[in-house]
């Protein structure tokens, strides 16, 4: 499996970013995907995710509002639009397909609910 991340760059506060993510290698509309980021001399943390079917979602409470996150089964992408960023959405963000197949709950918000990753882009967010 591999997940190819892009879409990341340097915005002004207050602007918008659309990353994407294409997966390839298993069957793309049987796992949930998942957004997660890491700022400088900070643990990885969950952002979003999205269930197999683009029907359910979760987003942490710091993205709520601003962010959204979608996914094209038929081209085994997922994305991550981001509105309104603020300097502290500055990090490198990781896409992730989850393990399970054909299952989603709360548990997509924990890194482990993972097994494979792609390399990350970076987003900096100039205030």
């Known amino acids: 499996v591999q997940l190819q991340a892009s879409g990341g760059g340097l915005v002004q506060a207050g602007g918008s970013l659309r990353l994407s993510c294409l997966a390839n290698g298993r069957p793309f509309s049987k796992h949930n995907m998942g957004w997660f980021r890491q700022a400088p001399g900070k643990e990885r943390e969950f952002v979003t995710a999205?269930?197999?079917?683009?029907?359910?979602?979760y987003y942490a409470d710091s993205v709520k509002g601003r962010f959204t996150i979608a996914r094209d089964n038929a081209k085994n992408t997922v994305y991550l639009q981001m509105n309104s960023l603020k300097a502290e959405d500055t990090a490198v963000y990781y896409c992730?397909?989850?393990?399970?197949?054909?299952?989603?709950?709360?548990?997509?918000?924990?890194?482990?609910?993972?097994?494979?990753w792609g390399q990350g882009t970076q987003v900096t967010v100039s205030s």
């Open positions: 999205i269930s197999y079917t683009g029907r359910g979602t």
């Open positions: 992730a397909q989850g393990t399970r197949e054909y299952y989603f709950d709360d548990r997509s918000r924990l890194a482990a609910e993972y097994d494979y």
